[in-house]
């Protein structure tokens, strides 16, 4: 009888157990390859986004993390709330991965690495988040993360600098609060918010956002919250002047910035004295100055209807000589072949003739010393104005300012600077690989931050190794393991410093190209140790 029993055992069961094909163990998976075996691994912590750690290291360095949470409003009560460090952290994962709603929070629910070495253990649910943005009481919120938006660039700001305002709309298509039919020009008729927002020219860099009802949309309606962002900054670091498109270009709103003592260089609608102006310069052809690039700007004084005083204007034209022109047998088509007719230049030919020239013109309003911003430089201050256009559509496109919303209004408001804050950070980390170019999340993600990570622990030490599936992972794996190397020398010469001070470090190694060699103040003397080297 055991003979017979041990018999039956020989043979095999087959490849496919009693339990089902992939319950326990491998089983095999035929693929045009060939056949290979599958099996789950459900022990080893893993993540799809293991280069993190690195800017993990970033954030640790310049202690910016642990003053993040410090100065948190959010607070739970009793032994089975979630915590703020978990909720925020899962917040900052789920924006890392260029998510837009709350329901895509959830891809990163089964990240095992990721939040260990953000210190929080674990992430949350999306209805977490969403409660935990509903707790946050509103007017505490929106002080501690624009505290933080200026803290994460104030040390820099002592250099002279240009801040760009500028209006933007995020089309609704819930029954959200504030969910207005007002000015939105890509989409007429839909409710929509409006962001009122203020970057850091040049280096895109956000120092908060104020969230609107749709119909909110006239630019004086963020002022209030531009200029209490200002006052957090010593009056040595505000901006040279200000820039804004012609929203701006109003008596009260430039009448607010000519108290405060705060140049501006705004643009005029085309109203009806405006365009008396520019037919009468128009004939003064000998008082147009040769600005460079094909432009030429011509400088008068202004008093418009409304206005407490007279205001220096720049009129701002393409050159005559490489003004566009009808071509032989062609017809020419406004908005597509040529420009649109500029009011008093003269009324084109379509029927093929050589047509006066009659190309745009734009009339600049400033406050602007006429010494230190004479009429030839000042097309160039205003075009470069446009950069704030890419930090709105990467902000809107690729962080996440087109979702995240909310029926009340407050939490849309508190999700927009988070998002905004985030977004710094990410710009000067990647600002350590490359001081001279602002890299987009589009392109800066794939090489910083995508790569599978496992964690093993052996003994007392937890390692993660990172395997970069990325085409430059060599040159990428030198970049990143050399600025990890500063990162720790920093961390190591400053560990007995202020959070401030450490801040400021890392802030100097993110702009010495900008800075020009030169120290940003209230840096203790050990600094040179590695500033020198």
């Known amino acids: 009888?055991?003979?017979?029993?041990?018999?039956?055992?020989?043979?095999?069961?087959?490849e496919c157990k009693k339990e089902g094909i992939g319950a326990t163990g491998a089983w095999p998976v035929d693929t045009p390859g060939g056949r290979f075996y599958a099996e789950w691994d459900r022990e080893v912590p893993v993540t799809r986004e293991g280069q993190l750690i690195f800017f993990f290291q970033f954030l640790k360095t310049g202690v910016r993390w642990e003053e993040f949470l410090r100065q948190c409003p959010l607070s739970y009560t009793g032994n089975r709330g979630s915590g703020a460090a978990r909720v925020l952290g899962t917040v900052l994962l789920s924006v890392l991965n260029g998510h837009w709603r709350y329901a895509h929070i959830n891809g990163v629910r089964g990240d095992g690495v990721n939040p260990v070495l953000l210190g929080v253990g674990a992430t949350v649910s999306e209805d977490v988040v969403r409660g935990a943005m509903r707790r946050i009481k509103e007017d505490a919120g929106l002080d501690w993360l624009s505290e933080q938006l200026v803290g994460s660039i104030s040390p820099v700001l002592g250099l002279p600098w240009v801040l760009d305002i500028d209006t933007s709309v995020k089309p609704l298509y819930g029954h959200q609060q504030g969910s207005e039919v007002g000015y939105n020009p890509k989409k007429p008729g839909r409710p929509c918010h409006v962001y009122h927002s203020y970057f850091v020219a040049s280096l895109r860099i956000s120092l908060g956002v104020e969230v609107r009802p749709?119909?909110?949309?006239?630019a004086a309606r963020g002022?209030?919250?531009l200029w209490e962002t200002l006052q957090r900054l010593p009056r040595d670091r505000w901006p040279t002047f200000a820039r804004g498109d012609c929203g701006y270009g109003s008596e009260a709103v430039m009448l607010e910035f000519e108290q405060r003592g705060l140049p501006y260089l705004f643009k005029l609608r085309h109203t009806l004295k405006v365009k008396e102006l520019v037919r009468a310069m128009m004939g003064q052809g000998a008082l147009w100055k040769d600005c460079g690039d094909g432009w030429q700007a011509l400088e008068s004084s202004i008093k418009l209807s409304g206005w407490s005083h007279?205001?220096?204007?720049?009129?701002?034209?393409?050159?005559?000589a490489g003004a566009p022109v009808a071509l032989e047998g062609k017809t020419m088509r406004p908005g597509k072949d040529r420009q649109s007719h500029l009011p008093g230049a003269g009324e084109p030919d379509w029927k093929g003739q050589a047509a006066p020239w009659c190309g745009k013109i734009s009339v600049l309003?400033?406050?602007?010393?006429?010494?230190?911003?004479?009429?030839?430089?000042?097309?160039?201050?205003?075009?470069?104005?446009?950069?704030?256009?890419?930090?709105?559509?990467?902000?809107?496109?690729?962080?996440?300012?087109?979702?995240f919303n909310s029926r009340l209004l407050a939490p849309s408001r508190l999700m927009a600077n988070l998002v905004a804050l985030f977004y710094n950070w990410w710009n000067l980390y990647t600002r350590l690989y490359d001081g001279d170019h602002h890299r987009e999340a589009v392109r800066s993600r794939p090489l910083l931050m995508q790569g599978v990570g496992r964690q093993t622990q052996s003994g007392g030490q937890r390692t993660v190794r990172v395997s970069i599936l990325h085409e430059k992972s060599e040159l990428i794996a030198r970049a990143v393991s050399s600025i990890s190397?500063?990162?720790?020398?920093?961390?190591?010469?400053?560990?007995?410093?202020?959070?401030?001070?450490?801040?400021?470090?890392?802030?100097n190694r993110i702009f010495q190209r900008w800075l020009g060699g030169k120290w940003l103040p209230d840096l203790p003397p050990e600094a040179s140790l590695f500033l020198s080297g």
């Not at 009888?1 to 087959?14: L, S, V």
């Not at 007279?310 to 005559?320: F, K, Q, T």
């Not at 201050?381 to 704030?388: K, V």
Request: glycine fraction near 6%; hydrophobic fraction near 30%.
């Open 1 to 14: 009888m055991k003979r017979k029993e041990a018999e039956e055992k020989i043979h095999p069961e087959g």
């Open 214 to 218: 749709g119909k909110e949309h006239a």
């Open 223 to 225: 002022l209030p919250q």
């Open 310 to 320: 007279a205001r220096r204007v720049i009129l701002v034209r393409e050159n005559p």
């Open 365 to 403: 309003v400033t406050s602007l010393d006429p010494d230190a911003y004479p009429t030839t430089i000042m097309p160039q201050q205003y075009r470069n104005r446009g950069d704030a256009e890419n930090g709105f559509d990467e902000l809107k496109n690729q962080w996440g300012w087109c979702g």
């Open 485 to 507: 190397n500063e990162l720790h020398q920093m961390h190591a010469i400053s560990e007995r410093w202020s959070p401030l001070q450490r801040w400021t470090l890392l802030l």
